[in-house]
């Protein structure tokens, strides 16, 4: 007789809940899920780790012996909305958020939770990347496709759990931020930039979440805080105990010596002393602050040595869609960052720049959160694309857009070209080759930035500048 637990998820195709479905296979749960539109590389990813999968929302696809039901909080998840959600809320079997879960599944772990406006999946991975390759077996959640890990999340033998830690609410019938179920004994504190304007129409609004996290920390709990950001340091005082990274001078633990290159060097340094010497493939100085967090944090604790520290950053690739390179041949060298925000926009910007000082930088952009959608965040496209000479903006995103205040495609491409800049519609992939034909010269440089996927365009994307570009 199969004794398993049987859980079906609902929204099952993104990354945070692929992630989690992973998580409750290692923990011995038998695991279904459902979801509707859906795109590599979450439903790539779905596929991989083998879960019974269907396309589309019936109330049939949960299994009649379930035991517990996970509901995501994308828009179309609702009782309302969701004949399958409906039918879930009729069920008598419990009915959960994935934060809930996971606290659940790594309860005996000394969980570690990353949070932050952003880089909190780089150090998330980073730390992971660590302690794996250090021989720890870590169990880890990343809200992102690490280049060097099979997985997103696993749970390990190891004393630790690295969380990557979302303030966004939890789910439609829970608005605490998904990090304050986790409990963490420690916790890395990269930005708190006001962000998900949707959300949290104020910086004071935005903050409170993160305050609250601090405050539940036990008495020998640690704060790793990156002082560079200012918000951060605003948050100090909350914490029992606290270190601060950054690239500023007024940090414990910092980055000293940097050359920028194909691959950059630095020295490590903790409260003015040389700690040891690091090497990196990750570009931007954005990068190497996120190193020295993730460094600062497994140092302080003791979890590896110096020389697994070495080793393992240098044999660290990156994590997908964060400046990676997605061309191979083309002459035209092609990143791709994940470009949710202002900052983490900014943060991908500075990098080309700072790599490719004499190239032209052509962008091409989907404003596809809430945040860049939003007419109260519209002040942002005056001056975020301000170094680069041509931005294609790609029609925003459609879902959700009756329930904040939704900006045009037109009025984004007039803010945009307000600042100086060359700005393009696009509505489609032959939209986007065709400007891109007349644009890019053996002189440029090319930064996609989107945390969707151009509605399937970037999938062909790299493959049409390697073959054109030549």
Not at 92 to 111: Q, T, W
Not at 239 to 253: C, H, M, Q, R, V
Not at 354 to 376: A, C, Q
Not at 400 to 412: P, R, V
């Amino acid at each position: 007789m199969n004794t398993k637990k049987k859980v079906h998820i609902i929204g099952v195709a993104g990354v945070a809940m692929s992630a989690t479905a992973k998580l409750l296979q290692d923990a011995g749960w038998e695991v279904s899920g459902s979801d509707g539109a859906c795109y590599p590389p979450a439903s790539d990813y779905v596929e991989k780790i083998g879960i019974t999968f269907c396309h589309g929302y019936k109330p049939e696809n949960i299994p009649a012996d379930v035991d517990t039901i996970i509901i995501g909080r994308n828009a179309q998840l609702t009782p309302e909305d969701n004949e399958e959600v409906a039918h879930a809320y009729e069920m008598d079997v419990p009915i959960k958020s994935f934060p809930e879960v996971l606290r659940e599944i790594l309860a005996d772990s000394h969980r570690v939770t990353v949070a932050g406006s952003y880089g909190k999946s780089t150090v998330t991975s980073l730390i992971s990347w660590i302690l794996m390759h250090a021989g720890k077996d870590p169990s880890y959640f990343i809200g992102a496709y690490p280049i060097d890990m099979e997985y997103t999340s696993h749970k390990g033998a190891g004393e630790v759990a690295v969380i990557e830690g979302d303030e966004y609410p939890t789910a439609h019938w829970d608005d605490r931020s998904k990090f304050l179920h986790f409990d963490p004994a420690d916790v890395i504190l990269t930005s708190v930039e006001h962000d998900h304007v949707n959300v949290f129409p104020t910086q004071a609004d935005y903050e409170k979440p993160f305050k609250k996290l601090l405050k539940k920390m036990p008495e020998d709990g640690l704060l790793v805080a990156c002082t560079d950001n200012f918000g951060v340091s605003n948050m100090l005082q909350y914490a029992p105990n606290y270190i601060t990274y950054g690239l500023k001078s007024n940090a414990l633990w910092r980055a000293e010596n940097i050359r920028y290159g194909e691959t950059s060097t630095f020295d490590l340094t903790h409260d003015g002393n040389t700690i040891t010497s690091l090497s990196t493939s990750l570009l931007g100085a954005h990068n190497i602050q996120n190193i020295v967090g993730a460094a600062a944090f497994v140092l302080t604790r003791e979890l590896v040595t110096e020389e697994e520290l070495c080793s393992a950053i240098e044999a660290f690739s990156g994590v997908k869609r964060r400046m990676n390179l997605i061309t191979r041949t083309s002459q035209v060298p092609t990143y791709e960052g994940f470009g949710s925000s202002y900052e983490k926009a900014r943060s991908a910007i500075e990098a080309m720049t700072l790599h490719y000082p004499d190239k032209k930088l052509v962008i091409l952009f989907e404003p596809h959160t809430f945040s860049w959608r939003n007419r109260d965040a519209i002040s942002w496209y005056d001056d975020v694309f301000k170094e680069a000479s041509d931005v294609l903006v790609f029609h925003p995103a459609e879902q959700g857009a009756s329930t904040h205040k939704q900006l045009t495609q037109q009025e984004i491409v007039d803010r945009v070209a307000q600042s100086g800049v060359s700005a393009h519609v696009v509505m489609d992939t032959d939209g986007i080759h065709s400007i891109l034909t007349d644009i890019l010269t053996n002189d440029s440089v090319l930064l996609v930035l989107t945390s969707g996927n151009l509605d399937g365009a970037l999938d062909t994307l790299p493959q049409w500048l390697d073959t054109h570009f030549v």
